[in-house]
């Protein structure tokens, strides 16, 4: 794997270019899903300076506290509820700017302001975790993030059928 991740651009596409190719290289030649996931979520969470960057299992009817990095967080999170459960519902890609605006949001921390979260499907098309960024700042996620992430996000879910 690779030891470090080397970021040299500025702008957040850009960055997002640099950084997908390296995160394979990282994953590469290791198959077990935790601490693939794990390292993933570091190497986006350093790169962006984000707040709180990380999965959530689906575990039956709720979603469980995967590999993330930054302060404590939930641990359980039914379907349906908050913005996790909610773009699990969905299945879709939920890209909130004020979480305080956003019907039902769970405040795992107070200091979190935006949020993006991207469900990551099985083969059979089912939601099997939840990518989820959190920032401090209001109106940091757009069409960027969700493009890269939805990129990443199929990438998750084609390497978890090697995975264990
Ligand atoms: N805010 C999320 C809960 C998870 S934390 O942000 C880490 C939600 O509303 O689902």
Known sequence: MAEEIVITSEDKASKYEELLPQINALVTGETNATANLANIAAALHHTF?????????????????????????????????????????????????????????????????SEIVVPILDKNNEVQMIFDIDSAQFGTFNEVDKHYLEILAASISNWMNQWI
């Not at 039914?78 to 305080?100: D, I, M, R, Y």
């Open 49 to 113: 300076h984000f707040f709180w960057t990380g999965f959530y299992l689906v575990d039956q009817n709720e979603l469980i506290l995967g590999p993330f990095q930054g302060p404590i967080a939930c641990t359980r999170i039914a379907f349906g509820k908050g913005v996790c459960g909610s773009s699990w519902e969905q299945k879709q890609t939920l890209v909130v700017p004020n979480v305080h605006e956003f019907p039902g949001h769970i405040a795992c921390s107070s200091d979190s302001n």
